[in-house]
C-alpha cells in the first residue's frame, strides 16, 4: 500500500497546460523560417545545382557501423529520450525562462503557462508549478520534480559515460572522419541539400554506409560535437554550489538563467534533429537504413527494420518503467538516485564553501516567495509583539544549549551578504541578508563530537501539513556564508521571507533553506526525525538530500 504522501506527487491537480500550441509554434519557428527562405531561393533563383552529395573524401575512410557504434547509437537515444522527458518535467515546475538572473515577472522571453503572476496577493513559485501529462513527462503529473530530477541526473551520468566512451572509439578507429568536415565547402553544399529536400526535390542519395550527404554529416557532427557538448555544459551552471563558488561559471554563458534558457534551447534542438534525421532515416530508404543503423549490413532484408522496432518498443518499456517504479516506488527511486549522485557530490561539488558575493546594484528588484506562512497561534501572537517574546531554541547533541531573543542573537555577531539563491524550481533571485553566522552560534552551544548534522524546525508547516524543517551538515553550516538571517535588504526580514529568522547556506538549494525557524537540534543521524530523509521536501516530496545541484 502507497503512503497517501507518496501517491500525491503524482496526482495532477490543475488544469491541463494550456500552453503547448504557443511552445510548439516556438519551437518550429527556426525551421519554417528555413523552409521558406529555401521556397524563396527555388522560387527566384531556381534551385542550387544538386551538390555532389558525396563527401569529398571517399575512399580510405572507415565504412560502415561497427557494433560499438550501433550500440552506443542505440543507448543514447534512450537515454536522450529519458532526459528529455524528465528535463520537461523539471521546466514545468517554474514554466518560465528568463535572461536575467533576478526572474522578475513579466520579464521572461518565455513562458509556459497561460497564468500571467498576480500582483495582489502572494503567488508563491509552487503555486506557479504545472500539470505535465505522463505521456510526456517523466514521472508526470504537478511538482514532481523531485523524482523528475533523479532520473534526470542519473540518466546524465550514463548518458556522459555513453558519450565519452562513442568519443573515444570515434578517435581510436578514425570513425570520426566521417562526421568531422574537412572543408567549409560543406556549409554552402548543406544548405544545397536542405534547399532540395524542403522544396520536395529529392536530390540522389549517396549511400550512408559508405559516405553522407553534406547536410547530414553537418547535422551528425553537430549533435555528436555540439549539441551534446551544450547540454552537459549548460547543466551545472544551474548548480548553487558551483554557481556560488566559482563566480566565472554562470558568465560563460552570461549567468544563471542564461544557462537554464541555453539548455532548454539546446533541448529543443535534440528534438528538431532528432524528428529531421528520423524522418529522413524513413525517406531515404528505409529498410536498407534500418540495415545500417541496427544490423551493420549493406542490404535491403527486412529484418533491420523489425529488430529496429523492437528496440523502439524497448525505449517506450523503459519511459513506461520509469513512470511506473515513480508513481509505485517513489522513495526506492530516491534512494537508487542518492546511491549514485550523492558519492559524486561529496567527492566534489559539497567540498567547496561557496563564496560568489554581489553588489548592492545586484539586488533583485523582486525575489519569488515560496512556502506556506506559518499559521500557528504561537508565530502570530510572536509575529503581533514584534518578535520581543521569540527566544530561538538550540538544544540536542550541544555542550550548552540555550533559548536566545533575537538581541542576544544580533549580540553574538553579524555578517552581511548579497548572495544569489537558487530554487530547486528554477528561479533565482539576488538579496542582502544580514544575520548571525551558524558558526558563531556553534562557537556558544558547542556541538559535541557526535553531532554530524543539524536540523532546522520551522513554525510553518510544509505544503500536505505537518511541520516544515530540514538539516543539513555541520560542514555545510560551518562555511562562513552559512548564516540565520534577520535582515533581508537592509531592513528587518518581512513575514513573507522567513520572520524572525531564516537559514542561508548558499551552496544548497532554497528548499534546504528554512525559513520561520523556532528550532535548531544537533543530531547524530538524521534518519530518526520524521520520516528520515533530512528533511520535509526530502520525505514528502523526494527532494534530494545534497542540494548542490
Ligand atoms: N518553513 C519553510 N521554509 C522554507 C520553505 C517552506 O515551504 N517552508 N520553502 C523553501 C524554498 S523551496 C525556498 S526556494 C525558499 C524561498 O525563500 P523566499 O520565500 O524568501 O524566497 O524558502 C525555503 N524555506
Ligand atoms: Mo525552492
Redesign the pocket.
Known sequence: MVPASQQRVSVPERARMRAWPRTLLWMAAPFALATAAAYAQWAIVGLPPAPSAAIAHATGQPQGFPAWLRIGHYLNFLLLTLLVRSGVQILMDHPRLYWNVHCTPGTEWVRFTPIAVPRDRPW???DDARYVSPWIGLPGGRHTLGLARHWHFSIAVFWVANGLLFYLLLFATGQWRRIVPDTWQVVPDAWAVFVHYATLHLPPEPDGFYRYNALQQLAYFAAVFVLAPASIVTGPSMSPALVNRFRWYPRLPGNRQIGRSVHFVVLCLWLFFVAGHVTMVVLTGALRNMNHIVLGSDDGRLLGAALGSVGIGGVAVACWLANRASRVRPRAVQHAASRLIDPILSATLDRHAPRAEYTKEDISPF??????M?TSPEWRRLADGGFTDYRLKVYGLVEHPAELSLDELRAMGTRVQITL?H???GWS?IAAWGGLPMRALMERVRPRPEATAVVFY???E??EGGR?YDSHSLENVRHPQAMLAYEMNFGPLGA???APL?LRVENQ???K????ISAIEFVADVRRIYAGEGG??EDNEFFDSMADI
Open positions: 508563491t513559485s509552487k525575489f519569488w516567495p515560496n512556502g506556506k506559518p539563491h530554487c530547486i524550481q533571485g520551522s513554525f510553518g510544509g505544503g516544515y513573507l521571507h522567513g531564516r538549494l532554497g528548499y533553506m528554512v525559513k520561520w520535509y521536501n
